[in-house]
T-cell receptor, first 112, second 114 residues
């Protein structure tokens, strides 16, 4: 049974810092891994998708990596801005592809 | 190509009423997932459907909840005899399921049971 864990649950840093959010999963037979952003009371915005044959993806100030052997993914945010404040969710899909399992998220707050 | 459309965005029901939540997947997508998010919690998988088939309903409560994805029209998540504990945000996602594919989420339906 796939379980996805995100650490830390909450993080507050001053503006301008680079930061790393962590996601770990129990079953290495992971197919895709996606990182999402969720603003309070809003829906999910897909940030990055790492497909099964890939190890990392980059979009602007965001970089996500996937290491299946260690069961970990990281989301790196460079030069953080107050507008980056949100909850960040990682979600993995098993090779059986029957469902996408979410972590509980990291609530990120960037202090001006 | 419009994104995943969910309606209504907000739904208020009295205890004991029925709630019907609709999800129209992206054009060309034949796979739909439903998730529930309780306040201050993560998204919990409920059900995975293809057109006219339920593939995985391991996350669905045993009673009062049902889902369908007919050949024509949106996917429907139906909650009968709602209780206050059903108050949550319900999200739908769709994907084409052709190899490595990305799941796209709707904006959710926020159900409040009073």
């Amino acid at each position: 049974k796939q379980e996805v864990t995100q650490i830390p649950a909450a993080l507050s840093v001053p503006e301008g810092e680079n930061l790393v959010l962590n996601c770990s999963f129990t079953d290495s037979a992971i197919y895709n891994l996606q990182w999402f952003r969720q603003d309070p009371g809003k829906g999910l915005t897909s940030l990055l998708l790492i497909q099964s044959s890939q190890r990392e993806q980059t979009s602007g100030r965001l970089n996500a990596s996937l290491d299946k052997s260690s069961g970990r993914s990281t989301l790196y945010i460079a030069a953080s801005q107050p507008g980056d404040s949100a909850t960040y969710l990682c979600a993995g899909e098993n090779s059986s592809a029957s469902k996408i399992i979410f972590g509980s998220g990291t609530r990120l707050s960037i202090r001006p | 190509n419009a994104g995943v459309m969910q309606n209504p965005r907000h739904l208020v029901r009295r205890r004991g009423q029925e709630a019907r939540l609709r999800c129209s997947p992206m054009k060309g997508h034949s796979h739909v997932y439903w998730y529930r998010q309780l306040p201050e919690e993560g998204l919990k998988f409920m059900v995975y459907l293809q057109k006219e088939n339920i593939i995985d309903e391991s996350g669905m409560p045993k009673e009062r909840f049902s889902a369908e994805f007919p050949k024509e029209g949106p996917s429907i998540l139906r909650i009968q005899q709602v209780v206050r504990g059903d108050s949550a945000a319900y999200f739908c996602a769709s994907s084409p399921r052709e190899g490595d594919t990305e799941a796209f989420f709707g904006q959710g339906t926020r159900l409040t049971v009073v």
